[in-house]
């Protein structure tokens, strides 16, 4: 498959990074960096377990109906969230434009015996070609620090596109980006100006 030149290029940043343990740190590799701490990296998938317990409250749904949920991560990296998520998710799909992180995924998933309800989606197009890829639909989805690095606005919105077209009527989310606040330690991996 010949792929257009800014999915090239944003692949690229992924999986031709120049510094792999600067590239396995940011995706959250168990481990590796600032996640060589176990406690550490488990708190990620914590985290954002917690933040959709508030979501699951804010929009009025029962404590007690958060599982066997139908997830879906855009940028799962090595697999944290997928990790924390497993005792609420009965499936649960990562769509990452790295076959590095999803193999991390995976394997973090399965040395703890948690591989069968993950369905890793590389993404290898445009991102709408991943709908038909999601059978069934989601209830949930989130992205936690992806966002920043896409190359445009309009990257962005084809990304919520792709989201909106795999989701149930009343699916809930949600994204956090980070923001760049000039400090090298928030700067996005990858800059293409719109």
């Known amino acids: 498959m010949s792929l257009d030149p800014l999915t090239t290029a944003i692949t690229n940043v992924w999986e031709k990074h120049p510094d792999e343990l600067y590239r396995q740190d940011q995706s959250h590799y168990r481990g590796v960096g600032r996640w060589a701490n176990d ?16 979501l699951w409250s804010f929009l009025g749904r029962p404590a007690d109906g958060l599982k066997d949920q139908v997830i879906l991560e855009w ?7 997928a990790y924390g998520l497993k005792d609420v998710s009965s499936l ?16 973090v998933l399965a040395a703890e ?12 197009g445009e991102p709408d070609t991943v709908i038909a890829s999601v059978v069934p639909k989601v209830n949930l989805f989130f992205s936690t620090a992806v966002f920043q690095h896409f190359p445009s606005r309009d990257y962005g919105c084809s990304v919520l596109r ?17 923001f760049d606040n ?9 800059r293409i100006e719109d």
Not at 75 to 81: L, R, V
């Open 39 to 54: 406690e550490d990296w488990l708190n990620i998938g914590r985290s954002t377990l917690r933040k959709i317990q508030e």
């Open 182 to 190: 000039g400090r090298e330690k928030y700067r996005g991996i990858n």
């Open 113 to 124: 015996r948690h591989v069968s309800y993950f369905q890793p989606i590389l993404l290898e």
């Open 92 to 107: 649960f799909f990562g769509i990452d434009i790295s076959e590095k992180n999803l193999k991390e995924a995976y394997r």
């Open 75 to 81: 940028g799962p990296g090595g697999g944290a969230n």
């Open 162 to 178: 792709a989201l909106r077209g795999v989701c149930q009527d009343n699916a809930a989310g949600f994204i956090q980006i980070r």
